[in-house]
């Protein structure tokens, strides 16, 4: 029979053994008391890609590295199964540029903490503004999150009529633009062209050395493009791809694969 005396006899004698087996034994008492106040559950966030680090003002995406992204691509574990899945991907142009802001709508199996109602991705607190890391199929990926919830995301989208003006345009860039011209976001159709209006002006144009002369006029375009637009309202704001207020008086970063609309400012929301 096993008494208390044997076993610190035990102890005395096998010292290495039994603090090895007192770790186990704590190890496995702290496992299963956080297993009681945690449970795997899954949750949707929405992440914006990019460093990952708010504090940081990284380089967006370009094309390369999120058109290897698709649709329903996991990160799984080492027994297979999905901890991450991409549920969508939208993405904007940044300014007409080669950069993109591009949101990922990702369903994650996390831990939460029912204590702390916190969750819980690969030992990583998931939280408005943390980073995330994502290793997909095809492509490693950082990004930030910017919204979450224990439900699918049921964003309703409105459709708005603006009218975008641009003062002293190029005869160029009137030309470029095609009524009827759209830009899919890699869900849906979320910018299409309806008219456009231009009036003829002349400006001054200096020389090399910045002289004005007589033959100093340059032909120049007020331009108008009525569009209409998908946004979401958000405490009476209107947002274009999640970032970008749609109000009169501001620049707007909008393109589609034909025109990128550069120095184009919202004159007017119509409806």
Do not use: C
């Amino acid at each position: 029979m096993i008494t208390i005396k044997k076993i610190i006899n035990f102890v005395r004698k096998n010292i290495i053994i039994a603090a090895f087996l007192a770790l186990i034994l704590f190890s496995f008492s702290t496992f299963v008391y956080r297993l009681s106040f945690k449970k795997l559950t899954f949750i949707y966030a929405k992440v914006k890609l990019g460093q990952g680090l708010w504090w940081n003002a990284p380089s967006k995406p370009m094309f390369w590295m999120f058109s290897s992204i698709k649709k329903f691509d996991s990160e799984i574990d080492l027994l297979g199964k999905p901890i991450a899945q991409v549920q969508s991907i939208r993405y904007y142009p940044w300014y007409g540029g080669d950069q993109y802001d591009v949101i990922l709508n990702i369903k994650f199996k996390v831990n939460k903490d029912n204590k702390t109602k916190e969750y819980n991705y690969k030992r990583y607190a998931l939280r408005i503004g943390s980073p995330v890391e994502l290793k997909l199929p095809n492509v490693y990926v950082t990004g930030t999150i910017i919204e979450l919830s224990e439900k699918e995301f049921k964003d309703k989208y409105i459709d708005k009529t603006i009218l975008l003006t641009k003062k002293n345009a190029y005869p160029w860039e009137y030309d470029i633009i095609k009524v009827g011209d759209t830009y899919f976001d890699g869900e849906e159709t979320v910018l299409t062209i309806l008219d456009k209006k231009t009036t003829s002006t002349y400006v001054l144009s200096g020389d090399t050395m910045g002289n004005y002369t007589g033959n100093s006029l340059e032909q120049k375009q007020y331009t108008t493009v009525k569009v209409k637009i998908k946004v979401k309202e958000k405490d009476g704001l209107l947002m274009y791809g999640e970032d970008h207020q749609i109000r009169p008086g501001r620049e707007v970063s909008i393109s589609t694969p034909n025109v990128s609309f550069n120095g184009f400012m919202v004159s007017e929301i119509l409806e």
